[in-house]
């Protein structure tokens, strides 16, 4: 039952044309991910001082930057560590606010409004001023980056679960379960999260976008990941100094930005309106 369920969501995902304007995006910014050594033209890292800051020429589609190094190399390296700091921070950001969101829902009680305070808590501090300040604590890094944007972003997960769980707890199939002596760590992940999968989805699909440019931002402020290291934040901040010799060098890496954000939420979009059963 469940696998015809799965089914019919990818079939009505195939049929919505803004979800799947955003998997082909994402499809092309994950091939050039994971092809990046075959499809950059160059090392990313290769310096070439007599060429500095050139335009697009036949060597050079992007031109160079500061350094003489090939933009479009960059930003295709560069690819590979914004997507996985936007895709292990919305996991790891995703298992703590689930795992804290079931137990409060399930549990209630003093367990609930512990987590809640502790929540809201979260919830008030300003997120990116936050993250900057844990980054720069922890020293620059791809590890500190992921662990700060996921301490500060799991409380989106916990409210939306905690609310899904305290309903379906009172359904009779739960109820049952209960009568037969399930334990509650089964009723949580055997009974509660499977029937509340579809919200967590949606949140996680459009906070990846979120987290892409939190990452970004962190790095054009010079706190995230350090050069030598390419990434579309750290190539903005770059080629924001140069922006009227060589546009490209910030227009390349902003336009990859917009890309992935935008192929999430377009995909985040999808997901709403298929599991929506108002609009459905």
């Known amino acids: 039952m469940r696998g015809t369920d799965d089914w019919a969501v ?26 990046a050594p075959w499809i950059a033209p160059c090392d990313p890292n290769e310096q070439d001082l007599y060429r500095v800051l050139e335009g697009p020429s036949r060597e050079h589609l992007l031109g160079t930057d500061d350094v003489g190094r090939d933009l479009l190399s960059r930003v295709i390296y560069g690819s590979r560590v914004t997507l996985l700091i936007g895709v292990l921070s919305t ?12 137990v409060a829902g399930y549990k209630g009680g003093v367990l609930d409004m512990i987590i809640m305070r502790l929540t809201d808590t979260f919830m008030s501090m300003p997120v990116l001023i936050m993250v900057l300040v844990m980054v720069a604590a922890q020293g620059p890094g791809v590890r ?14 916990a409210r939306i679960v905690r609310g899904q769980a305290m309903l379906v ?21 055997r009974h509660l999260l499977p029937n509340i999968m579809a919200p967590i989805i949606v949140t996680a699909s459009i906070a990846l976008g979120g987290n892409i440019m939190l990452e ?9 990941v350090q050069p030598p290291t390419p990434t579309w934040g750290n190539e903005l901040r770059i080629g924001y100094s140069y922006l009227e010799i060589v546009p490209l060098f910030s227009i390349a890496p902003g336009l990859m930005i917009t890309l992935a954000v935008l192929a999430f939420n377009f995909i985040g979009d999808g997901l709403r309106d298929v599991y929506d059963p108002r609009i459905r």
């Open 169 to 189: 707890r009172e359904l009779p199939f739960v109820e049952a379960a209960q009568a037969l002596g399930a334990s509650g760590f089964r009723i949580m992940f």
């Open 91 to 102: 996991l790891f950001a995703a298992i703590i606010g689930v795992m804290l969101g079931l």
């Open 10 to 35: 990818l079939r009505a995902l195939a049929k919505h044309k803004i979800a799947v304007a955003g998997i082909i995006i994402l499809v092309c910014l994950v091939v050039m991910a994971v092809f």
């Open 144 to 157: 500190s980056v992921i662990v700060a944007i996921t301490v500060f972003t799991w409380t989106g997960y």
């Open 216 to 224: 970004s931002a962190v790095s054009f402020l010079g706190l995230g």
